[in-house]
């Protein structure tokens, strides 16, 4: 009777769906990474700049991060025609 009420016992089905949900906040807000306009800042940011030089979606980078307790807005282009020249 011993073994059987061993394989009987459950956990508390409430308690692990909270854990989960608990791990599947905490997973999305470290994937975020930052404010949702940032995509869109990229996006906008291309679009004037495509207006002066041709460049590619992918040479710019736009990254948001904190320095010395501040929000700091990282912005580079990579324009063509910019490598090194020795």
Same mark, same amino acid.
């Given at each position: 009777?011993?073994?059987l009420?061993?394989?009987? +016992?459950?956990? #508390?089905?409430?308690?692990?769906?909270?854990? &989960?949900?608990?791990?599947? =906040?905490?997973?999305?807000?470290? @994937? +975020?990474?930052? #404010?949702?306009?940032?995509?869109?800042?990229? &996006?906008?940011l291309?679009? =004037?700049?495509?207006k002066?030089? @041709?460049?590619?979606?992918?040479?710019?980078?736009?990254n948001?991060?904190?320095?010395?307790?501040?929000?700091?807005?990282?912005?580079?282009?990579?324009?063509?025609?910019?490598?090194?020249?020795?």
């Amino acid at each position: 009777m011993g073994l059987l009420a061993f394989f009987r +016992r459950t956990p #508390p089905t409430a308690s692990v769906a909270k854990e &989960r949900l608990r791990i599947i =906040v905490a997973q999305e807000r470290t @994937n +975020r990474g930052g #404010p949702d306009y940032l995509p869109l800042l990229r &996006r906008e940011l291309f679009e =004037v700049i495509k207006k002066y030089v @041709n460049v590619d979606a992918d040479a710019i980078q736009v990254n948001l991060g904190k320095e010395e307790g501040h929000d700091v807005l990282e912005f580079s282009v990579a324009l063509p025609g910019s490598e090194s020249r020795a």
